[in-house]
Nanobody, 128 residues
Framework: QVQLVESGGGLVQAGGSLRLSCAASGRSFSYYAMGWFRQAPGKEREFVAA????????YYADSMKGRFAISRDNAKSTGYLQMNSLKPEDTAVYYC?????????????????????WGQGTQVTVSS
């Protein structure tokens, strides 16, 4: 069994920053990609960013470009989402996910169906 555990969420004022972490543990195999999604109350789950575990190719939703940065530490089996210039509309539960299916294109990992494992989520609240 694989576990993904997010941390780093919390309450921040608009314009502030947070760094989310996603620690992977359990069955030992190589993840092909890690992604971050978010879900606000009453809305569908939304893609945020994805990164290939090997090579570090990244992909972002258009609305996150320039404000969010995804990264990973292979040795620690941990992914990160650095969020800057946060806005009240960024308020949501943020989920990390791991995908094991190889894909030439990182764009494949913008779809939630491309992931095999999910964390429990961490709440991010941005006050105005």
């Amino acid at each position: 069994q694989v576990q993904l555990v997010e941390s780093g969420g919390g309450l921040v004022q608009a314009g502030g920053s947070l760094r989310l972490s996603c620690a992977a543990s359990g069955r030992s195999f190589s993840y092909y990609a890690m992604g971050w999604f978010r879900q606000a109350p009453g809305k569908e789950r939304e893609f945020v960013a994805a990164i290939k575990w090997s090579g570090g190719t990244t992909y972002y939703a258009d609305s996150m470009k320039g404000r969010f940065a995804i990264s990973r530490d292979n040795a620690k089996s941990t992914g990160y989402l650095q969020m800057n210039s946060l806005k009240p509309e960024d308020t949501a539960v943020y989920y990390c996910a791991a995908g094991t299916t190889p894909s030439y294109s990182i764009v494949y990992f913008r779809h939630s169906s491309s992931y095999d494992y999910w964390g429990q989520g961490t709440q991010v609240t941005v006050s105005s």
